[in-house]
Every structure is written in structure tokens, then in C-alpha cells.
């Protein structure tokens, strides 16, 4: 079996796994904005009783996961988390984007054969994703790579808004739930969530104008995308990509597009453990069954 585990901003899981099934999961509150110092002991102390079980351990984390280093961007701090866990666990690690993961598990377990080539979008908090090109996952050893939330857009006759990663107009800036929130907020004069726009305000003629833009930001990324990867399917997920309205009317506007920039857009098949289960496939492609 592999330990699974999945490091988030907000909650961690972990879960034994077998043959892409979980077996046991635990879930506990996330201290990647407290204390990263801990963080390694907390994972090891979360799969007790274990380890003897298991021949590997897979880890989807969000932030920029290289080879042997994760950097947390929310946090500005990064760690040594492949040696640390092999230490602590007395097994081979694997490390890897979350959004990257679940791209892994789309790419493993869609129902019919594919092409080799899968772009997997998350629009939630932020924007992510993960590249499996010619069946191999897209990865960078200091782990920039495949953020495809930070790819520029263009935007006509629009004032350029400014990303926290120092650029501006990408992705993450213009259609990510916060980004979505941010900007409804100052539409309708009070703090709402992107999931409150969605559900109250969806006739009021600005907010009406400001899920085009995104959902045009979301259509330019798949473009740019598409002539870069080559690829036929794009599989687009997360809390606001999954939503009826961001499917609807992306898969409209993509039809709009030049033949070449043509793809299939589909919703994710993996389910809500997408980043365990994919972590865990790709362990087993890279290090074997044990
Ligand atoms: P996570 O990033 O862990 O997926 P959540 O799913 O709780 O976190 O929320 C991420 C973002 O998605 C938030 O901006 C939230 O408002 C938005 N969101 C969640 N559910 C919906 C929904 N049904 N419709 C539109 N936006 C949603
Ligand atoms: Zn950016």
C-alpha cells in the first residue's frame, strides 16, 4: 500500500491507499501558515500505525514543489520535505503539485483511452493545473512549472490587473474565486464570497459582465494552452471551473475559437480525493509497487 497525503493551505489528509482505492483517510486542520518547522513531524504523527503497511509515500502540496524542496508561497518560506519525510518515514518519498496530482489521476482513470497528452485547469481559491505530455507528467526541479494560473492573458480595452505573483493580468488575477470575490466586492459595495456571486447576484448587470471577463480569461488560458501543449482535451475542475455556469459558458466560447485552438472540455472524473489518489498513481509509476 502507499500513504497518501495531501497538504493544503487549509486542511491536510492522509490515506492509505491501494490499486487507486482508499483504504483508511484521516483529516486534520492545515499548519502551513503557522508552522512549517513542524510540519514534517505532524504529517509522520498523522499516518501512526502505517507504515509497516506501506512501501511508499506520495505527497500532493500546494505551493511550488521541486524534487527535494517544497516553497510555500503563502507562507514565503520553503523546506527540505522529501528528505525529511524519507527520515522520518524509513521510506521512498514522492513529491508533487497538488493540481499537478490531480491532473495524474484525470490522465489514469478516465474511462476511455486518450490521447497521451492532458491538461488538467482547477479554478478555485486559485488557479492550477498539471501537463501530462506524451504520458509524462510536466515538472520542473525547483517546482515553477504548470502553474498555469500565472500565464498572461489578454484582455482588450480592460484596465490590466495586477497579480500577487508581481505580474499582471494572469489568470489567478482575473477568474480565481478570490479574484471573482475581490472585484464583486467592490461592485456591490460589501465582502461576498465568489460562491455568494454566484448564487445571489447572477442577474445584476456588472456582475453579469465581470464572470464574462473571467470566464474570457479562462477561454484565452485554454488558447495559449492549446498551442502550447498540442493538447485535444482540457479537463477543467476546481469549486468555480466545476460550476454549470463556468462550463456552460466556456465550452460556448471555446466553439468560437479558430479550429486549431479546438479541444474537448470535460469535468474531472477522480472525485474529491483526486490529489490522494492521483499522488499515489504517479508513486506507483515512478518508484513501482514495492
Ligand atoms: P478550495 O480552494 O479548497 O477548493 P473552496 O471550495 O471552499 O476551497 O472555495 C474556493 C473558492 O471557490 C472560493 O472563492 C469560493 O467562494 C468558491 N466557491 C465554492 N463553491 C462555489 C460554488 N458552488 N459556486 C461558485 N463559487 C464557489
Ligand atoms: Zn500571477
Given at each position: 500500500m502507499i500513504i497518501a497525503i495531501d497538504v493544503g493551505g487549509t486542511k491536510i489528509s492522509a490515506a492509505l491507499v491501494k490499486d487507486s482505492k482508499i483504504i483508511e483517510i484521516r483529516k486534520v486542520e492545515s499548519i502551513v501558515h503557522q508552522d512549517l518547522?513542524?510540519?514534517a513531524s505532524y504529517l509522520i504523527n498523522l499516518c501512526e500505525g502505517w507504515t509497516e503497511q506501506?512501501?511508499?509515500v506520495a505527497v500532493a502540496c500546494s505551493g511550488l514543489v521541486g524534487?527535494?524542496?517544497?516553497?510555500f508561497l503563502s507562507a514565503n518560506d520553503s523546506l527540505p520535505l522529501k528528505l525529511q519525510l524519507e527520515t522520518g518515514f524509513g521510506l521512498p518519498v514522492v513529491m508533487l503539485n497538488d493540481a499537478a496530482a490531480a491532473a495524474w489521476a484525470e490522465y489514469s482513470l478516465r474511462p476511455n483511452p486518450l490521447d497521451s497528452t492532458l491538461v488538467y485547469i482547477t479554478v478555485s481559491t486559485g488557479v492550477g493545473g498539471g501537463i501530462v505530455q506524451n504520458g509524462q507528467l510536466v515538472m520542473a526541479a525547483d517546482g515553477f512549472c504548470a502553474h498555469i494560473g500565472h500565464m498572461s492573458v489578454s484582455r482588450p480595452e480592460?484596465?490590466?490587473?495586477?497579480c500577487h505573483c508581481g505580474r499582471f493580468n494572469c489568470a489567478e488575477a482575473l477568474a480565481s474565486g478570490t479574484a471573482i470575490a475581490n472585484q464583486a466586492s467592490s461592485i456591490v459595495n460589501k465582502a461576498v464570497s465568489c460562491k455568494t456571486v454566484f448564487n445571489e447576484y447572477g442577474c445584476h448587470p456588472e456582475i453579469v459582465q465581470l464572470l464574462e471577463?473571467?470566464?474570457d480569461a479562462i477561454v484565452e488560458l485554454i488558447a495559449n494552452i492549446k498551442a502550447l501543449t498540442g493538447t485535444g482535451i482540457v479537463v477543467l475542475g476546481g469549486s468555480v471551473g466545476s460550476t454549470h455556469l463556468f462550463q456552460e459558458r466556456i465550452k460556448k466560447k471555446l466553439k468560437a475559437l479558430p479550429t486549431i485552438y479546438q479541444v474537448e472540455l470535460v469535468a474531472p472524473v477522480s472525485g474529491e480525493h483526486a490529489d490522494l489518489i492521483g499522488a499515489a498513481l504517479y508513486a506507483d509509476s515512478v518508484i513501482g509497487c514495492g
Open positions: 518547522a513542524y510540519l506501506a512501501y511508499s524534487t527535494e524542496r517544497v516553497n480592460l484596465p490590466a490587473i495586477e471577463q473571467a470566464t
